[in-house]
């Protein structure tokens, strides 16, 4: 960090944590953020260096003085006046007190998440995987079937095709993590170091979306919450009948379905493990005469430390590393981990394999004549285009996100909404209806602080009140309005969300002002401009109604359709049994091809697909099926 940045952060940092109040020394916040951006891209890096600075510049141009000469409250003032210049200064302000509040959250609760990793036994040890740096591997590899992923879709593709008898390697640009970096490692290396971009990926649009999207082996199944719904059946008839995606026909769907439950011995949450947080949500829910009820999880042996995001330190959550792939590997597949795959090679219209880069950029060719694509509802359509093979007009196209809103709700008395599991329990009564789906979640302690209110000495008030918190999100079943573009080789994420959408999200906020209010809240945190708490359901009602939608904090974790399958070849890149239009030998076997949002978490939807497209692949090539 340059000495013009350093002072840059510094500067924010009093404003937004001042230390007068107990807030971190500017040098302490300083080292915090840096540690952060440090290990960001540095395409990202910049820009959040960038903002720094422009604070900075615009706090001088305010008082002609610099933030640090100012007196704590003046401070917080100035912060305020220039988020309220412009809807674009108010989104900038809020990006950098996220990062700062981030990487001084996760500092600051360090030692409470590492006791609590290391207080429980570890449920069961690291699997057996047959894992491979790229740097350790031939620079030419030949095999019958290259599946790129090692997440929800790539494990049990390569699970299906190497008991299937083919010779199956896996590549991952991510590396293998165990259970005892997980015990052991600073929380802030581990989300940056788990996540693509250091989970500071978003989707560009009003409002932005934040996009934090997993990179290791495993995928995001290793830094999700666990949660594992069925996709409604009226979602698989949709499938099916709308778009022609006879995989998706429930009776035959629900078989592999009932696999991938099995595979990830899923469970519902239980009481006593869950938390007080999940509970205040069934006890509010009841209150109300509402349907509601733990969250099937995938996670035998959960002890509810709430750190399923950054890396479970009881190896408790059970990822695909502890399961589908292990299973590959006993039947032959092997993987290269920190292998970005750059193209896929195509000669006379068919599939040769892929090519990969290693970190310092020397090339892997790793030759097959099947490749199978898991790489994610964002990297699976830039890999095609990069490849040649994206001149299908909706490739890319057609993204939903299933985005997530939340509100907060103090309490009297103690809440620890992260001592218990990260998302645990889920009111459904307005799922069918209005396409929300509420539930309890939280963050690891100090990583999600940004819900608090405020600058200064306020935002720090409401840092000490973090015990009282209790925090539900919910997720709108949305439309496919999305776009991943390439901007100079650079994956861009667009994502104007629809008009009935925000109608959606407006429904969830409002719904789930009640189960707080019911709860026994005593006031309730909206994160609105200008009304940031209320105390009562009808100033909230009035709140939502004055507010503008494009000011709301939105999230996603669960990107899909952006290469579509189903029969129509005009609206499908990806045909009915999940073979790319257009070419011979390449298939797609992940969230990119779900047609539309699937209205629940799609863990399950996403594995279950695969299980179908690798049946396609094997029957294909004349071998047995899985099933």
Same mark, same amino acid.
């Given at each position: ?62 008082? *002609? ?70 740097? $350790? ?27 299937? *008898? ?116 069934? $006890? ?38 502890l399961n589908a792939l292990p299973q590959a590997c006993a039947a032959g597949a092997r993987i290269i981990s920190q292998a970005r795959v750059e193209r896929v090679l195509v000669q006379d219209g068919r599939a040769r394999g892929v090519r ?166 005593? $006031? ?104």
């Amino acid at each position: 960090m340059s000495r013009l940045t350093e002072r840059a952060t510094a500067s924010f940092g009093t404003a937004l944590l001042p230390e007068e109040h107990g807030g971190p020394s500017p040098e302490q916040f300083v080292a915090r953020v840096d540690r952060y951006l440090n290990r960001m891209p540095a395409t990202s890096r910049l820009a959040v260096r960038t903002g720094l600075m422009s604070l900075a510049a615009a706090s001088y141009l305010t008082t *002609g003085r610099s933030m640090a000469r100012l007196d704590p409250a003046r401070r917080a003032q100035v912060l305020h006046r220039i988020a309220g210049l412009s809807p674009d200064a108010g989104a900038a302000v809020e990006g950098m007190k996220v990062i700062g509040l981030l990487a001084n959250g996760a500092d600051s609760y360090a030692t409470e998440l590492l006791s609590r990793a290391q207080r429980d036994a570890v449920a069961r040890p690291d699997a057996a995987l047959d894992v491979t740096p790229s740097t $350790e591997c031939a620079s030419v590899i030949t095999t019958d079937v290259v599946i790129v992923g090692s997440g929800a879709g790539g494990a049990m593709a390569a699970r299906t095709l190497a008991r299937a *008898g083919l010779d199956a390697v896996v590549l991952e640009e991510g590396r293998r993590w165990t259970v005892e970096e997980f015990r052991t490692t600073h929380p802030m290396d581990r989300y940056a170091g788990l996540y693509r971009g250091a989970g500071a990926t978003v989707a560009l649009g009003r409002p932005t979306v934040v996009l934090p999207m997993g990179r290791a082996v495993g995928g995001t199944t290793v830094v999700n919450s666990g949660t594992c719904f069925r996709p409604p059946r009226d979602v698989q008839q949709r499938w099916r009948d709308q778009f022609g995606l006879a995989l998706a026909d429930p009776d035959r769907f629900g078989a592999y379905l009932d696999e991938v439950e099995h595979t990830l011995q899923v469970a519902p949450a239980r009481r006593d493990v869950m938390g007080r947080n999940g509970n205040l949500l069934l $006890e509010a829910a009841d209150s109300l005469g509402w349907q509601a009820a733990p969250i099937p999880r995938n996670a035998p042996g959960c002890a509810g430390c709430c750190q399923c995001a950054i890396g479970c330190p009881h190896n408790a959550k059970y990822g695909v590393h502890l399961n589908a792939l292990p299973q590959a590997c006993a039947a032959g597949a092997r993987i290269i981990s920190q292998a970005r795959v750059e193209r896929v090679l195509v000669q006379d219209g068919r599939a040769r394999g892929v090519r990969a880069r290693r970190p310092d950029g020397t090339a892997i060719d790793i030759l097959a004549a099947t490749v199978v694509i898991a790489a994610g509802a964002t990297e699976t359509p830039m890999l095609l285009r990069r490849s040649g093979l994206g001149r299908h007009p909706r490739l890319g196209h057609n993204l939903a996100l299933h985005p997530a809103t939340m509100l907060a709700g103090r309490f009297d008395d103690d809440v620890y909404a992260w001592r218990g599991i990260l998302q645990s329990a889920a009111v459904h009564e307005f799922h069918e209806s209005d396409g929300v789906l509420i539930e309890a979640t939280s963050t690891p302690p100090g990583m999600g602080s940004m819900v608090f209110p405020g600058y200064g000495a306020e935002l720090l008030r409401w840092l000490d009140r973090a015990p009282q918190v209790a925090t539900f999100g919910a997720m709108v079943a949305d439309e496919g309005v999305g776009s991943v573009l390439s901007v100079r080789g650079e994956t861009l994420v667009r994502y104007d969300i629809a008009q009935g959408d925000i109608a959606k999200l407006r429904v969830a906020l409002e719904t789930i002002g009640k189960l707080l209010f019911a709860a026994g809240a005593v $006031e309730v945190l909206t994160g609105l401009p200008g009304a940031m708490t209320v105390r009562s359901m009808p100033e909230l009602r009035e709140v939502l109604a004055r507010s503008n939608p494009r000011s709301l904090h939105l999230a996603a974790f669960h990107p899909t359709g952006t290469a579509a399958a189903g029969s129509d070849a005009q609206v499908c890149p990806v045909d009915a049994t999940g073979r790319l239009r257009g070419v011979d030998g390449v298939w797609v076997a992940d969230a990119s091809v779900l047609p539309s949002c699937p209205e629940v978490n799609p863990q399950l939807s996403i594995m279950a697909v695969a299980l179908a497209v690798a049946d396609e692949v094997a029957g294909s090539l004349n071998q047995p099926s899985s099933l």
